[in-house]
């Protein structure tokens, strides 16, 4: 009894041993996998510059944000009334700098955007008053334009490249200015479309064809055949193609 008894704490020492070896093994490589993933980042941020004036189509691959309004304008079919000032950002009235843009929908809030040191304000025509010093933008809806103002204002990503890690079949075919992260995994037969971003541990199968200008964040898994438009986005963890949640029964065997 005694013998048995030893044995037991033998194998459950060495059980727990292999667990920690296991544990270990298993923190390095996580640990490993952060460290490419963080010298990624601060790659991305000492390439960036200082911002400049561009146009919509120039700020793509760019990380310069700062726009006309002219530019703003003509991006969004709005009217512009007034100095054609510089616009780095959307804000809040009481956060507004010289060069933010406001919206304003109801009486109270434009006479606060006007008083405010915001460059410009988005405003509909019927608010809009006949004069004033800071330049207008006249939108039927000004919320909707201030919204799509600040997806257009958002600093694009600059392109990183293929990680030394990432796993591409030969036959993928690749756009221009892409970004794939470490332990990235694509099979055959895949499209990935200009300016797609696709982060780490990402599973792309055979046959997946993906739009241009996509960002994917990590750990996302797309099944073989599944297609993606232009400019999707996918957030971590999302899983395309897999089987669906519908369930559909043999009347003869009962099954489904």
């Not at 009894?1 to 044995?7: D, G, N």
């Not at 060069?99 to 410009?120: C, G, K, N, W």
Request: hydrophobic letters at 45%; glycine letters at 10%.
């Amino acid at each position: 009894m005694r013998w048995k008894q030893k044995s037991k704490r033998r194998s459950f020492a060495r059980l727990a041993i292999c667990v920690r070896l296991h544990a270990a093994r298993i923190r390095t490589a996580t640990q490993r996998w952060w460290g490419d993933v963080w010298a990624i980042h601060r790659s991305e941020v000492s390439s960036e510059t200082e911002p400049k004036t561009q146009s919509f189509g120039e700020c793509f691959f760019s990380t310069l944000i700062s726009v006309k309004l002219s530019a703003i304008a003509s991006a969004l079919g709005v009217e512009l009334r007034g100095p054609d000032s510089e616009i780095g950002a959307v804000a809040s009235t009481a956060s507004a700098t010289p060069a933010s843009l406001l919206f304003a929908e109801d009486a109270q809030t434009l006479a606060a955007a006007l008083a405010s040191s915001a460059a410009a304000v988005i405003v509909s025509a019927k608010l809009a008053p006949a004069t004033s010093e800071k330049a207008l933008l006249i939108a039927a809806q000004p919320r909707l334009t201030f919204a799509q103002t600040a997806r257009l204002l958002k600093p694009s990503e600059p392109a990183t490249g293929i990680h030394s890690t990432a796993i591409i079949d030969p036959s993928v075919k690749l756009g221009e200015h892409l970004s794939i992260g470490p332990y990235v995994v694509i099979e055959g037969g895949t499209h990935i479309g200009t300016g797609t971003s696709i982060g780490a541990g990402s599973v792309i199968g055979q046959g997946v064809n993906i739009g241009l200008n996509c960002r994917i964040y990590p750990r996302v898994v797309l099944y073989p055949g599944t297609e993606l438009g232009n400019n999707v986005v996918l957030h971590a963890g999302v899983v395309l193609g897999a089987d669906g949640f519908g369930y559909v029964r043999d009347a003869e065997t009962g099954e489904y």
